[in-house]
């Protein structure tokens, strides 16, 4: 997995505001949440991954093994239950909250950049990030 250990900022977002208000954050985390450019690492440590999302906004670190269901305090401070798993070069994320939206994540892994698309019922943001 040669993407492991690098670092992605991100360079391009549609639709963030869109995609947080169906997950159902409040007006003013999405302010500062839509002012901040995220930096994205994903590192291994043993037999867990760990996805590293850090802005002057909030940083979280997401720790999983593939395939096993994990409890995820997600940026907006909700607790959910999540799943993720490896196809190729692609990290697939499925997002259960207590309200049972069902949110995915699928952040795909390349040489120079990331791509991120996250859905949630039928509203799509992406969200494009370099290399650095
Ligand atoms: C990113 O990786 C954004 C991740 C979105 C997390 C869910 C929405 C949080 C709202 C504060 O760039």
């Known amino acids: 997995m ?24 409040g007006l003013i985390t999405r302010k500062a949440a ?17 996805l590293v999302t850090s802005s002057t906004f909030k940083t979280t670190e ?9 409890d995820e305090e997600r940026a907006d401070g909700a607790k959910v239950k ?12 499925v997002q259960k909250g207590n309200d049972g939206l069902e949110v995915t994540y699928v952040r795909e892994f390349g040489p120079e950049e990331m791509k991120a ?5 039928d509203v799509t ?7 650095q």
Do not use: H, I, W
């Open 82 to 93: 999540s799943v993720c798993t490896f196809e190729g070069n692609k990290l697939k994320q």
């Open 125 to 131: 943001c992406t969200r494009v990030y370099k290399v």
């Open 34 to 50: 839509n002012a901040v450019t995220p930096t994205v690492e994903l590192r291994k440590d043993g037999d867990n991954f760990v």
């Open 117 to 121: 698309v996250m859905t949630a019922k």
């Open 2 to 25: 040669e993407f492991v250990g690098k670092k992605y900022k991100m360079v391009s977002s549609e639709n963030f505001d869109e995609f947080m208000k169906t997950l159902g954050v």
């Open 62 to 70: 997401v720790k999983f093994v593939p395939g096993q269901e994990f």
